[in-house]
Nanobody, 114 residues
């Protein structure tokens, strides 16, 4: 079992920045990759960014060049730095751990609005 706790969401103006954090606990040795997904009202959940245990990363097309995923192995924490935020980035952001079983955090709301 893997437990995930997210933090860092909130309200930000267009063009602003936020950093999300996801702390993993439990069977962390089994994690092969961690990532962030998001789901906006009326839309399907989509990949935002993902990082493997080997350090490889991949991003959704809509966030490339604006978002950066990173990790702190000592803290078992993954971060999502979000810059140049747009209103269309508004969604609930979910942390994911893949073992390859999928574990999900509770979600954190990100709202981009003036």
């Amino acid at each position: 079992q893997v437990q995930l706790v997210e933090s860092g969401g909130g309200l930000v103006q267009p063009g602003g920045s936020l950093r999300l954090s996801c702390a993993a606990s439990g069977s962390i040795f089994s994690i092969r990759a961690m990532g962030w997904y998001r789901q906006a009202p009326g839309k399907q959940r989509e990949l935002v960014a993902r990082i493997t245990s080997g350090g490889s990363t991949n991003y959704g097309d809509s966030v490339k060049g604006r978002f950066t995923i990173s990790r702190d192995g000592a803290k078992n924490t993954v971060y999502l730095q979000m810059n140049s935020l747009k209103p269309e980035d508004t969604a609930v952001y979910y942390c994911n751990a893949w073992t390859p079983y999928d574990y999900w955090g509770q979600g954190t709301q990100v709202t981009v609005s003036s």
